[in-house]
């Protein structure tokens, strides 16, 4: 089983629908997660991070479930520049600690925004 | 604040010839710098993390000889990509993280270096 897994998408959706991403990792003792967006053939950049608690920011809701090892985002009120590659990220912690630990990377969810 | 750079951004080279790419953090210490590596359509995969003044630790299966890391300084490391062949093409893209300011706990990625082995 992979470490992170994502629905590789295309998710092609109007401007203004709700659109929501799934990410599941194997590692139950994983300790920090994220999710970032990468715009084609450029860097990833951090989107959000996420917690237990859940956490929202704008449009962007994201939500994480330790039992299922699961994790969301939700786009709302989407706008073509939301157009990219939402990777879901997990840090174990390893060697280095904290939140510096080894990033994990999924394969990333595409999404597509139509006017 | 918590910039970091790469240069070159592109590179086109013929196989067997060595290329060097920088990761400089512009505003902010880089204790450490990470070197990852992504194919099309593949997640980013981790290479090596380099501490300043200390060898790089790298990955199960990345060959220390042929990538050879340098973090000679706070704000700079370096990635030789040594004898490079066509299946070397990739998109490397470097992050670094500090321990103070924005750059504490989070890693900040440069813009990536595209090679292509011909």
């Known amino acids: 089983r992979k470490e992170v897994e994502q629905d590789p998408g295309p998710f092609n959706v109007p401007e203004g629908a709700t659109v929501a991403f799934n990410c599941t990792y194997s590692?139950?003792?994983?300790?920090?997660f994220f999710w970032y967006r990468q715009d084609c053939r450029k860097e990833p950049k951090l989107l959000m991070s996420?917690?237990?608690s859940g956490n929202e920011d704008g449009r962007f809701t994201a939500q994480l479930n330790r039992a299922s090892q699961y994790i969301s985002l939700l786009i709302r009120d989407s706008k073509l520049s939301d157009s990219a590659t939402y990777l879901c990220?997990?840090?174990?912690?390893?060697?280095?600690?904290?939140?510096?630990?080894?990033?994990?990377f999924g394969k990333g969810t595409k999404l597509s925004v139509k006017p | 604040g918590a910039v970091v750079s790469q240069h070159p951004s592109w590179v086109i080279c013929k196989s067997g010839t060595s290329v060097k790419i920088e990761c400089r953090s512009l505003?902010?210490?880089?204790?450490?710098m990470f070197w990852y590596r992504q194919f099309p359509k593949q997640s980013l995969m981790l290479m090596a993390t380099?501490?300043?003044?200390?060898?790089?630790?790298?990955e199960q299966g990345v060959e220390k000889d042929k990538f050879l890391i340098n973090h000679a300084s706070l704000t700079l490391s370096t990635l030789t990509v040594t004898s490079a062949h066509p299946e070397d093409s990739s998109f490397y893209i470097c992050?670094?993280?500090?321990?103070?300011?924005?750059?504490?706990?989070?890693?900040?990625f440069g813009p990536g270096t595209r090679l292509t082995v011909l």
């Open positions: 992050s670094a993280t500090g321990t103070s300011g924005r750059a504490l706990d989070t890693q900040y």
């Open positions: 990220v997990v840090v174990n912690g390893g060697r280095y600690g904290g939140s510096q630990g080894n990033l994990i």
């Open positions: 380099s501490n300043e003044g200390s060898k790089a630790t790298y």
């Open positions: 505003d902010f210490q880089a204790t450490t």
């Open positions: 590692n139950s003792a994983s300790q920090s």
């Open positions: 996420v917690y237990s």
